[in-house]
């Protein structure tokens, strides 16, 4: 039982370029999110879902895309880099609402 | 929309002293509460949550929390905090599939 796996844990991108951040869960969670960490602001969500196959908008989903094809893993897909997408990057997992399991993050410096 | 609000940016304490951390939630409705931990450099665990019934929950390491309703309150408290308390904290709340965090409260105790 590995909990929610995160890769890569370390990212350095040029402006514009795309990549995948992954997420994976070995608990059989529904619910599963991505935040960003950045200093003084907390963590903003930025998509979630509540299943496979179903996703939604977050607080701060523009630049980001999600899927979830199947209830293990929950990709999050940055389209084309920017600076201000330098952060922290946090996957989260829960059962049933009654406790969310955190990934240990991926940090991201664009550049 | 619901929020969360932590009006306590930075509290800085000396070993063996109490703790109150605030935290404010605008939500009308059902909702439930969590308070998270965040060690230097790693990621987030969980404190203590509330659903319902008794409003004085207890978590790990000698925290505790009061919901109270009239206030939208969810205060976290320890009687006396101990050097390895230094970390980030984050009240959450939980309502219609998804995590929303306040902005986080960074304690620092020095021996």
């Known amino acids: 039982n590995a909990g929610v796996t995160q890769t890569p844990k370390f990212q350095v991108l040029k402006t514009g370029q795309s990549m995948t951040l992954q997420c994976a869960q070995d608990?059989?969670?529904?619910?599963m999110s991505w935040y960003r960490q950045d200093p003084g602001m907390g963590l903003r969500l930025i998509h979630y879902?509540?299943?496979?196959?179903?996703?939604d908008q977050g607080e701060v989903p523009n630049g980001y895309n999600v899927s979830r094809s199947t209830t293990e893993d929950f990709p999050l897909r940055l389209l084309s880099a920017a600076p201000s997408q330098t952060s922290v990057y946090f996957c989260?997992?829960?059962?049933?609402?009654?406790?969310?399991?955190f990934g240990s993050g991926t940090r991201l410096t664009v550049v | 929309a619901q929020s969360v609000s932590q009006h306590n940016h930075h509290v800085i304490l000396s070993e063996a002293a109490s703790l109150e951390l605030g935290c404010n939630y605008s939500?009308?409705?059902?909702?439930?509460l969590f308070w998270y931990v965040q060690y230097p450099g790693q990621h987030l665990q969980l404190l203590l949550k509330?659903?319902?019934?008794?409003?004085l929950v207890k978590g790990i390491k000698g925290f505790e929390a009061e919901f109270i309703k009239s206030k939208f309150s969810f205060n976290l408290r320890k009687p006396s905090v101990q050097w390895s308390d230094t970390a980030e904290y984050f009240c959450?709340?939980?309502?219609?599939?998804?995590?929303?965090f306040g902005t986080g409260t960074r304690l620092q105790v020095f021996p």
């Open positions: 989260a997992s829960s059962l049933d609402r009654h406790g969310y399991t």
């Open positions: 608990m059989n969670h529904e619910y």
């Open positions: 879902s509540v299943g496979a196959g179903i996703t």
């Open positions: 939500y009308g409705g059902t909702v439930n």
């Open positions: 509330y659903f319902s019934g008794d409003p």
């Open positions: 959450a709340l939980d309502n219609t599939d998804k995590l929303i």
